[in-house]
Nanobody, 118 residues
């Protein structure tokens, strides 16, 4: 049974930081490309950042310079360090796992709420 369990969300003031975690189980973690997405109220889910099994990272424009994605294969966990948070970063953040070898093997976590407000 595949599980992606996010944690670390919460309420933070503008300019603050949060570190999201996503613990994966039931998949060969080292063979998966991991990603973070987010979905704000009334908006479509959008990509935030990705990290390949070889730790190559990529970010969308709004995340560059503020967010850092990383992974720890000893813990089967992917992280998203978010700094200098803005109110427009408020969203539910989702972890995504996508096999780099099996096209149909893709999984989602349940999401964690991030609210940036004073």
């Amino acid at each position: 049974q595949v599980q992606l369990v996010e944690s670390g969300g919460g309420l933070v003031q503008p300019g603050g930081s949060l570190r999201l975690s996503c613990a994966a189980s039931g998949i060969p973690f080292s063979t998966y490309k991991m990603a973070w997405y987010r979905q704000a109220p009334g908006k479509e889910r959008e990509l935030v950042a990705t990290i390949t099994r070889l730790r190559i990272t990529d970010y969308v424009d709004f995340a560059k310079g503020r967010f850092t994605i990383s992974r720890d294969s000893t813990k089967n966990t992917v992280y998203l360090q978010m700094n200098w948070l803005k109110p427009e970063d408020t969203a539910v953040y989702y972890c995504n796992a996508n096999s780099e070898f099996i096209a149909t093997a893709m999984y989602w976590g349940q999401g964690t709420q991030v609210t940036v407000s004073s």
